[in-house]
């Protein structure tokens, strides 16, 4: 694509971790949207239960957000009193059976700590290795092997 034919309003300049400037114009703050990989000596069931926690806290925060938002609109001190004492299926019937309330209001705040919307495993690892080559994040050594650099 021809930047010239795109025009960024209010342009935002982001400096990366080494101190380089990101190569790009934008508007909004950058925050990574890379997926999350395991190197080859972690054990393969540590990985699988960091994944499954991960893509489990867009749920758990979707239940947190419903809470928050129960207690923003109540008008008394008895819809607050629901709002802090009713079971998560009350805010969503489909509500996993493994949420808590503090765990919905834990993933709400890591989620946004964190700017994290949510988690899905990736459709293609392909665009995502292409951009990650193109970026520096990964190189091909003399055995023709991709590396991290990081």
Known sequence: MDPDLVKVIDP??????????????????????????ARNHVDRIVSEEV????INMGYHSSIGEAIQNCRKKAKSDAEM???????????DPKARCDTTRE???????????????????????????TMQQDAGFIVQDELGKHCSTR
């Open 81 to 91: 009193e629901i709002c802090d004492t009713m079971p998560p299926t009350y805010f």
């Open 12 to 37: 935002r300049i982001h400096r990366l971790d080494d101190g380089t400037l990101f190569p790009f114009l934008h508007t909004t703050p950058i925050f990574p949207e890379w997926p999350l990989g």
């Open 103 to 129: 765990l919905a209001e834990l993933a709400l705040a890591a989620g946004k700590a964190g700017f994290h919307n949510g988690f899905r495993p990736p459709r293609s690892h392909y665009s995502v290795r």
């Open 51 to 54: 994944a499954a926690a991960v």
